[in-house]
């Protein structure tokens, strides 16, 4: 039987693996075209949209715009879903399967097929209308698809029919689950909702960077077939059918979708990948696990193998949607006399730089091979602890594996907490000792830097003359006060182009707290503008144009960022700070307001 198994596994393989190529040679051109509002980073795309957000989506110029080396076709799940089904399929067909199975392996197709029907909803909108399906729309779709995968097992799988542990070990919901008519079919529709949703979701989440998704999604899917074969009970086979046929396709696709370091359209570097899954692949793989735990009763431990899809899905919810939130209306800054003022996410002390949690490394400067194969690393080790978890043969090594993997997401999550600000420094150059802006702690520990080098400018060290400029180096503050000052040293060098990009970062309404800022702003402007040209006009005096580099890792695009630096009244002021003034008292930096973003 267990040759017959490794059909699943291989068939979805080899199958993936073709009709990924025969999906990318059918559809080549079906590629995103959704543009998201804010600051964008080399890497990422304009979509439909040209970068002062005119719609051209049915336009020649806007499909010449269309970066193809940053936006690859959609079509990853048009070959990872048929393998799955034609390989699950086929593998029952060898093992013969009963009446019974044939069902819960239907249900297990359609379920597949549901959730990613609703993920390729999402990709059609995002290619013909420049923007994906709302959030609550998403949702919408995914608990409808678990709804009905809900109905469906408690009715024609007889493990889903009745209550069963831990739930009726909990007092008074265990009563109430055994005791009162149809309490345990209401309970499990809204237990399958919950898990499918936020599993799949997760996983969507998770879907960021080249292979990030896929390779997580293997160890995870391997983790429970090799539980569920361990049960060794016959009614349960279409579940481990489903687990292999899961991590093959996954496999088949890995190749399509390897992981480079490459960094963004600007980069030097070869791009690998020449598809994505897109979210009708993530919904569908994360729909089909959440599924194959519920029917086998291990959705608690879902949890812990799937252990890097629920950081990804926490950071996410509890920075963007509990946090932000929350300091958006109740954080006041002490520092500006200013009430009411709504100043982006890198003034808040968040987590995180970015969310989902991969984007935090990214913008340290990680290389994304390596961020994605230490996310893989990280994603097999969860996968067997979950395994020594389930099948240890002693209580006190399972209870072992559940408290190392609890340690493992602890560290992970903490991590964001120790390189989370941003200061100036000085790096030697042939020409001298020249100022950037760095990330983490101004420290060394046993002679390694804890701190990487985000962006260096042209402005020297000789820039620096007072006391008080001086002691702004080497200290934390937040971005956008490295940033006012660092524009501040450019201008006094007489690099104006600089100094406006510097300043040009920092949004609206956190730079109408900085008047001075403002009013070099302004000069600066002036100064880099051609002859006839707006000092306004943002196409000219950028840092591409005078150094020829791309933008600083650390601006990304971010809904939530877009929403806080739309266009605010700038107040004038009659007496700008002269070139040769002190700089501004960046060193009142705020020590408990990290610069996060997301």
């Known amino acids: 039987m267990q040759l017959f198994l490794l059909v699943a596994l291989v068939g979805a393989f080899i199958?993936?693996?073709?009709?990924?190529?025969?999906?990318?040679?059918?559809?080549?051109?079906?590629?995103?075209?959704?543009?998201?509002?804010?600051?964008?980073?080399?890497?990422?795309?304009?979509?439909?949209?040209?970068?002062?957000?005119?719609?051209?989506?049915?336009?020649?110029?806007?499909?010449?715009?269309?970066?193809?080396?940053?936006?690859?076709?959609?079509?990853?799940?048009?070959?990872m879903i048929p393998a799955m089904v034609l390989a699950g399929a086929g593998t029952g067909w060898l093992l013969g399967?009963?009446?019974?199975?044939?069902?819960?392996?239907?249900?297990?197709?359609?379920?597949?097929?549901?959730?990613?029907?609703?993920?390729?909803?999402?990709?059609?909108k995002k290619v013909y209308s420049g923007q994906g399906i709302r959030e609550i729309t998403k949702f919408v779709g995914v608990a409808i698809v678990a709804s009905g995968v809900a109905l469906a097992l408690y009715y024609y799988v007889p493990s889903a029919a009745s209550a069963y542990s831990p739930y009726t070990d909990v007092p008074g919901l265990g009563t109430l689950l055994l005791q009162v008519q149809y309490a345990w079919p209401v309970f499990f529709v809204l237990l399958?909702?919950?898990?499918?949703?936020?599993?799949?979701?997760?996983?969507?989440?998770?879907?960021?960077?080249?292979?990030?998704?896929?390779g997580l999604s293997f160890p995870a899917a391997l983790a429970f077939a090799v539980i569920i074969l361990a049960e060794d009970r016959p009614d349960h086979y279409p579940l481990v059918i489903a687990s292999l046929a899961l991590a093959g396709a996954t496999m088949g696709f890995l190749p399509w979708n390897w992981p480079s370091a490459w960094k963004g359209r600007t980069s030097t570097l070869p791009r690998r990948a020449r598809m994505i899954m897109g979210d009708s692949g993530s919904l569908a793989i994360g729909g089909m696990l959440a599924i194959i735990a519920l029917v086998d009763r291990q959705e608690l431990l879902l949890v812990l193998i799937g252990g890097v899809f629920v950081l990804e899905g926490l950071s996410a919810v509890i920075q963007s949607r509990l946090l932000v939130r929350f300091f958006r209306h109740f954080l006041k800054m002490e520092r500006f006399e200013a009430d009411h003022v709504w100043f982006p996410h890198t003034e808040y002390p968040l987590p995180f730089l970015a969310t989902p949690m991969h984007h935090h490394f990214d913008l340290l400067g990680w290389d994304r091979r390596r961020l994605v194969y230490s996310a893989w690393t990280i994603a097999a080790?969860?996968?067997?602890?979950?395994?020594?978890?389930?099948?240890?043969?002693?209580?006190?090594?399972?209870?072992?594996?559940?408290?190392?993997?609890?340690?493992?997401?602890?560290?992970?999550?903490?991590?964001?907490?120790?390189?989370?600000?941003?200061?100036?420094?000085?790096?030697?150059?042939?020409?001298?000792?020249?100022?950037?802006?760095?990330?983490?702690?101004?420290?060394?520990?046993?002679?390694?830097?804890?701190?990487?080098?985000?962006?260096?400018?042209?402005?020297?060290?000789?820039?620096?003359?007072?006391?008080?400029?001086?002691?702004?180096?080497?200290?934390?503050?937040?971005?956008?006060?490295?940033?006012?000052?660092?524009?501040?040293?450019?201008y006094?060098?007489?690099?104006?182009?600089?100094?406006?990009?510097?300043?040009?970062?920092?949004?609206?309404?956190?730079?109408?707290?900085?008047?001075?800022?403002?009013?070099?702003?302004?000069?600066?402007?002036?100064?880099?503008?051609?002859?006839?040209?707006?000092?306004?006009?943002?196409?000219?005096?950028?840092?591409?144009?005078?150094?020829?580099?791309?933008?600083?890792?650390?601006?990304?695009?971010?809904?939530?960022?877009?929403?806080?630096?739309?266009?605010?009244?700038?107040?004038?002021?009659?007496?700008?700070?002269?070139?040769?003034?002190?700089?501004?008292?960046?060193?009142?930096?705020?020590?408990?307001?990290?610069?996060?973003?997301?």
């Open 15 to 79: 199958l993936a693996l073709l009709l990924c190529g025969i999906a990318l040679r059918l559809a080549p051109n079906f590629r995103s075209g959704e543009r998201k509002e804010g600051f964008f980073r080399a890497d990422q795309s304009l979509g439909s949209s040209d970068a002062v957000g005119n719609s051209k989506s049915n336009s020649k110029e806007s499909k010449r715009r269309r970066p193809s080396s940053s936006e690859l076709p959609l079509v990853g799940s048009r070959g």
């Open 97 to 124: 399967f009963a009446a019974s199975q044939w069902l819960l392996l239907g249900i297990l197709g359609a379920s597949l097929v549901g959730f990613w029907i609703v993920g390729q909803f999402d990709d059609w």
């Open 192 to 214: 399958v909702l919950a898990v499918a949703t936020t599993t799949s979701l997760a996983v969507d989440f998770a879907d960021g960077l080249d292979g990030l998704a896929a």
């Open 381 to 490: 080790l969860f996968g067997a602890l979950g395994i020594a978890s389930a099948l240890a043969p002693f209580t006190w090594q399972r209870y072992l594996a559940r408290f190392i993997a609890l340690l493992i997401g602890i560290a992970l999550w903490q991590s964001g907490h120790h390189t989370r600000n941003y200061f100036l420094g000085t790096v030697s150059t042939a020409q001298g000792p020249r100022i950037g802006i760095f990330y983490g702690y101004p420290y060394k520990l046993f002679g390694r830097r804890m701190y990487s080098l985000v962006e260096l400018t042209e402005a020297t060290d000789k820039n620096v003359t007072s006391p008080v400029e001086q002691s702004a180096l080497w200290v934390r503050m937040n971005l956008f006060d490295a940033r006012a000052a660092l524009g501040f040293f450019c």
């Open 492 to 598: 006094r060098a007489g690099f104006y182009a600089l100094a406006r990009e510097q300043w040009e970062r920092i949004p609206n309404n956190n730079l109408a707290v900085r008047p001075q800022i403002m009013e070099l702003l302004t000069d600066a402007r002036r100064r880099v503008a051609p002859l006839g040209a707006s000092p306004n006009d943002s196409s000219v005096g950028t840092i591409a144009t005078a150094m020829g580099a791309e933008p600083s890792p650390a601006d990304i695009s971010h809904p939530g960022i877009a929403a806080l630096t739309g266009p605010t009244t700038r107040p004038s002021h009659p007496n700008p700070l002269p070139t040769d003034a002190p700089l501004p008292n960046v060193t009142a930096a705020n020590t408990g307001n990290e610069p996060q973003t997301n």
